[in-house]
Nanobody, 119 residues
Framework: QVQLVESGGGLVQPGGSLRLSCAAS????????MAWYRQAPGKQRELVAA???????NYVDSVQGRFAISRDNAKNTVYLQMNRVLPEDTAVYYC?????????????WGQGTQVTVSS
């Protein structure tokens, strides 16, 4: 079982920066692939960025070059650095943990943190 708690959301002006954090507890953090998803009002939840246990990183095209995902296994935390934010980045951002093993697939979600980009 993994508990995920996001923090760092809030109101930011267009062009500004914000850093989201997701603290994990309850299991071996380093064994999980981690990701950030977001969901804007009236839209489906979408993958924003992902980082594997081996450090392989992927981004959705719309945030490539502006956002950076990273993880600190010693602190059981994954981060999303958001730079040059746009109004369309407004959404609830969710932390996600995923691990597959011989015993099955284990997926966990955080409760979400609101990011609002507005002047």
């Amino acid at each position: 079982q993994v508990q995920l708690v996001e923090s760092g959301g809030g109101l930011v002006q267009p062009g500004g920066s914000l850093r989201l954090s997701c603290a994990a507890s309850g299991s071996i953090f380093s064994a999980y692939d981690m990701a950030w998803y977001r969901q804007a009002p009236g839209k489906q939840r979408e993958l924003v960025a992902a980082i594997t246990t081996g450090g392989i990183i992927n981004y959705v095209d719309s945030v490539q070059g502006r956002f950076a995902i990273s993880r600190d296994n010693a602190k059981n935390t994954v981060y999303l650095q958001m730079n040059r934010v746009l109004p369309e980045d407004t959404a609830v951002y969710y932390c996600y943990a995923d691990r597959s093993s011989w015993s099955g697939r284990f997926e966990y979600w955080g409760q979400g943190t609101q990011v609002t980009v507005s002047s």
